[in-house]
């Protein structure tokens, strides 16, 4: 796919990091490296993102990625309220993303993203916070659906809901559960690449 060798490598070394931070987080480790560690998969992301950005479009999802990894850092580092700022401005960017290559009318099976994910996070957590953060994540992924870019991207922003629910229910039903240790990670960063990958893919044929 890539057309630079040094490109191609920045994608992989994103790959290793963000696979292999499996490990750290289903055996809770701690401390700056792992912390340095968690945010390397999705800021490689963004750089792979970045240094093929060739306008708005380009820098748009290299933006989200980047603030995805604060994210990370963020979640790790300070706490969950202030990770989910650095989230939700990431859904906010992508919600500026999609809708700039919009397919038309949406049909109702994907209206009703939003509205699912604010029911599910507001019964999971009984929390008006988030809640409101679970209002951008939904319509971040509906926005997503309705767009020009390739299936992969909409799967991807159906996972990120996926994994943000399973923190949800971290928080409640699944306070005791291995479930979400097991499974937080794996698909947030499976979201992530996705959708870094089908975006930038997209805006290189359109380009071309």
């Known amino acids: 796919m890539e057309s630079s060798g040094a490109v191609r490598w920045v994608w992989i070394a994103a790959m290793v990091a963000g696979v292999s931070y499996s490990l750290a987080a289903w055996s809770g480790w701690d401390g700056g490296w792992v912390i340095a560690w968690k945010g390397a998969g999705v800021g ?6 970045a240094v ?8 748009l999802i290299a933006g989200m990625l ?8 963020l979640l790790a580092s300070v706490g969950l309220t202030v990770g989910a700022v650095a989230f939700l401005a990431g859904h906010v960017v ?4 999609y809708r700039r290559y919009a397919r038309g009318a949406l049909h109702a099976p ?19 916070g988030v809640a409101i953060y679970a209002a951008g994540l939904g319509t971040m992924a509906e926005c997503a659906w309705g767009s020009r870019f390739p299936r992969r991207v909409a799967w991807g922003a159906v996972l990120f809901v996926v994994s943000d629910v399973l923190i ?5 039903v699944l306070a005791d559960s291995i479930v979400p240790t097991l ?5 947030y960063f499976a979201a992530q690449a ?4 089908g975006v930038v893919w997209a805006l290189r044929e359109e380009a071309a």
């Open 44 to 49: 490689l992301l963004a750089v792979w993102a």
């Open 52 to 59: 093929q950005a060739r306008g708005t479009d380009g820098w």
């Open 66 to 73: 980047a603030l995805g990894a604060l994210g990370d850092v």
């Open 94 to 97: 992508a919600i500026m993303l």
């Open 110 to 128: 994907v209206l009703v993203i939003p509205g699912a994910t604010i029911g599910l996070a507001a019964a999971l957590t009984h929390d008006v």
């Open 168 to 172: 949800f229910a971290r928080m409640g």
């Open 183 to 187: 499974l937080v990670w794996p698909t």
């Open 194 to 197: 996705l959708i870094a990958h």
